[in-house]
């Protein structure tokens, strides 16, 4: 983690809690704990916390009641809520009170860490620390992935997938974020003459290269500080089955030639190891990076990329595939319906409507989530609302009197002839556009979430305001209040 990110669990009964704290301190997390609903919401007042992990059932104040104060008083940090059944009132009362996540206890260590995760809108990284309980080697398939094509474009990646499935070659997912890369790689598994063998995950950007090299290869005991025991990785685990290595334009240079090695040799050395290890694991990556432009900056090895990109399947957004999203929403309605006990009622045709036309800039995963609050709160004009906001937020920039859809305010920089500037300051120049730039647009792909595009662009949310500031950036939702404040040519 960048910086150390505070989690306040609150929870009456002391196994839960002692439970809890430990998943998301060996994860990484600062955790601090409450026993009762007063208590937190103390430390709430006094205190700074990232997250808040709570229990609805307590006595005193219970979870909802401190819920409804905190958000009462402004309070904005994500709350994540603990309900023991998981259709019950409490969780559809506790987002409508505004909760930002709902688990069911007991709670899972990796739905705990996946929910925190969404909280943050990313991965967080994880410290090199002892795996939180309960954790599994292999991963298990999760709950119904199904793939689901409709529309030519993704008829023509089954087609794909079909004709490769078997010839155990490399796959290179291509695709932006929340396309469903990981179903097409375990559609590929599944496909397989591997499909008996185990299909394990591992996302390249949710660790620091040091802990990613321990999980892919494995550890010698005492390799390090915390190994206590030998540890075989995924590499091994994945052995006559397939890895699947999500986000592999975020690994580093180093751990690239390791992986080159695997590829080429069939074998490897775990961290700390002496002797080299043998193994048959088929490899299909993903990304949403242009490995291409990562070789011209020199971050991703060319070799590398000619080794994995023997076949490339690119998968296309949902917007580009529009006959998609009503059987895709139609699974997602009746998996969550199954889960959270609800009754089967009919959507309202403007709601189906409104979501069949909505430009899921999300993708896939935008789609599930908006189906999983929608059956869970069962309040169609809340979603209908949402999407209009969401709407309006993107369209927001190139609605503001005719300006362009990424406003480039001036900076406030002299503008010297070049050749009158020292190089240092020329290349200090330089660099802050092109920052601007960069925000900018992923100011504007995020609606102006300043915490989502902090998380893109893997910066602290302070260090981002203050780059605001310093480049003269404005949010043109600003402008639009203040039309004074507009200069028309």
């Known amino acids: 983690m960048e910086r150390d990110v505070a989690v306040l669990v609150v929870d009456d009964d002391e196994s839960s809690r002692e439970f809890e704290r430990e998943a998301l301190a060996m994860a990484g997390y600062q955790v601090r704990t409450a026993a009762s609903g007063g208590e937190a919401l103390a430390m709430l007042s006094g205190g700074a916390f990232d997250a808040v992990l709570l229990d609805v059932r307590m006595p005193g104040m219970d979870g909802l009641e401190l819920l409804e104060s905190y958000r009462g008083s402004g309070g904005r940090v994500p709350m994540i809520v603990l ?75 089954k087609r794909l997938v079909e004709r490769i499935a078997d010839t155990d070659v490399p796959v290179l997912l291509l695709g932006e974020s929340g396309v469903g890369k990981e179903v097409i790689a375990r559609e590929i598994h599944t496909r397989s003459r591997r499909h008996a063998k185990p299909f394990l995950k591992i996302n390249c950007a949710a660790l620091p290269s040091e802990l990613l090299e321990s999980e892919l290869f494995g550890h010698e005991k005492g390799a390090f500080t915390g190994a206590t025991a030998e540890k075989p990785g995924k590499f091994e685990l994945a052995h006559q089955g397939t890895i699947f290595l999500d986000e592999i334009g975020e690994m580093d240079i180093r751990l690239q030639a390791k992986l080159l090695q695997v590829l080429q040799d069939e074998e490897f050395f775990r961290v700390g190891g002496k002797k080299s290890v043998r193994v048959d694991a088929r490899v299909v990556c993903a990304t949403n990076r242009d490995l291409e432009a990562e070789i011209r900056r020199a971050s991703f090895r060319e070799d590398l990329f000619y080794r994995l990109n023997v076949v490339t399947i690119r998968i296309p957004a949902l917007r580009e595939r529009r006959e998609d999203i009503p059987p895709i929403f139609e699974h997602f309605v009746r998996k969550y319906r199954r889960k959270y006990n609800t009754p089967d009622e009919p959507l309202a045709p403007e709601v189906t409507r409104a979501i069949f036309e909505y430009d899921f800039a999300g993708n896939v995963r935008e789609l599930e989530n908006l189906v999983r609050r929608l059956v869970v709160l069962r309040d169609p004009e809340g979603v209908l609302r949402e999407l209009k906001e969401r709407t309006e937020a993107r369209e927001m920039p190139a609605a503001v009197l005719g300006l362009p859809a990424q406003p480039p305010p001036p900076l406030s920089l002299p503008a010297p002839e070049v050749e009158e500037l020292p190089l240092k300051e020329v290349s200090r120049r330089a660099a802050m556009l092109a920052e ?39 949010d043109p939702r600003q402008l639009m209040s203040q039309p004074e404040k507009l200069v028309l040519p």
């Open 83 to 157: 309900s023991a059944m998981a259709g019950s009132d409490d969780i559809v009362k506790a987002m409508r009170l505004g909760a930002t996540d709902y688990l069911t206890k007991p709670v899972d260590p990796s739905d705990l860490l996946a929910s925190m995760a969404r909280a943050f809108g990313r991965q967080p990284a994880l410290a090199p620390a002892a795996a939180p309980p309960r954790r599994q080697e292999v991963d298990e398939p999760p709950e119904e992935r199904t793939f689901i094509a409709h529309s030519a474009a993704m008829l023509r990646v």
């Open 436 to 474: 601007r730039d960069a925000i900018l647009a992923m100011l504007t792909k995020t609606a102006w979430n300043k915490r989502k595009a902090a998380a893109r662009l893997q910066i602290s949310y302070k260090a981002l305001l203050y780059k605001i500031k310093e480049c003269g950036i404005v």
